[in-house]
């Protein structure tokens, strides 16, 4: 659900969670160029292409943001020795020291137009689809979480040489420089991730709709007919052209909903200090108390 209001320069939004929100870990900027670059090679469906199209629009947005603030800063900081040179004091600071960034209005909109096409795109396919690949993508990467938690060192050492960097994707991106961190996170995202994904999410579509389950639309939304399907296996995966199409139509909404992901969170924002601070296991407590 996108929270921000139309035509509003307000991002920030109250942290539902007691972690901490640390935009610098990663580049947005850089997230998206790599996103647009890695969705040029899929093809099959003219979804990609509008995928791309958008998601160059929004790095487009982000540049132009981004030269917009360097060049303020460089007013302002010829502003400074201006005026100091004429001895008087100049006090505003260039935006690069305040701690958080600003962003143009033009950008939110744009920002915010992405989501709108993102938002249609997932309304217009099936729900169980869009419903079976969330539910895969957050399987698979909880998996891969857990197995690098949960794994040691004695674990990776027991892999064979070429499967250790199969084994923890996640261990990557942790260990990237900052500068590599956002190829290597997209990276891992596309090789790793939607490789299980769009697989897992396609046998279990399949399998719901051959067990006569009926696709649950969304409200107000007219979905095409769907075509029709060869025979399955005997375990009910899917077989010949309609699986690759099945996985190309899961791939799109994934990657549907990894572009959705960035650009909603460049378009709100979490305050670093805002924590929710954990109850006491006394909090709504019944237990009477004495005060002597």
Known sequence: MTLRIRNTPF????????????SVFFNFEELIREYSGRIKSLEGLDAFRKLEEASQTVFGALLDNKRSRETLNLELVSAQHLSRSEGFRFKLQPSSHRSKPEYSMKLLEILHDALDKCDSYLKSEEFNLVRCVLREHIQVVLKQVNENENNG????????????????????????????????FIDMYFDHVLYEVKGRAANSFHRMNSRGNTTSPLPGVTLPVPEATPDADADGTSTG????????????????????????????????????????ELFGSRMAVYIS
Request: proline share 8%.
């Open 11 to 22: 991002r920030a939004l109250p942290n539902p969670t007691p972690y901490r929100w640390e």
């Open 153 to 184: 060192d004695e674990e990776k050492e027991r892999l064979p040489s070429s499967d250790k960097r199969q084994g923890r994707p996640f261990d990557e991106v942790l260990a990237a420089s900052p500068e590599d961190r956002q190829k290597t």
């Open 241 to 280: 052209d309609n699986a690759r199409y099945i996985e190309s139509r899961a791939a799109a909404v994934w990657c549907t909903l990894v572009l959705r992901m960035l650009c909603w969170l460049v378009l709100h924002n979490f305050d670093k200090d805002d924590l929710q601070i954990p109850k006491s």
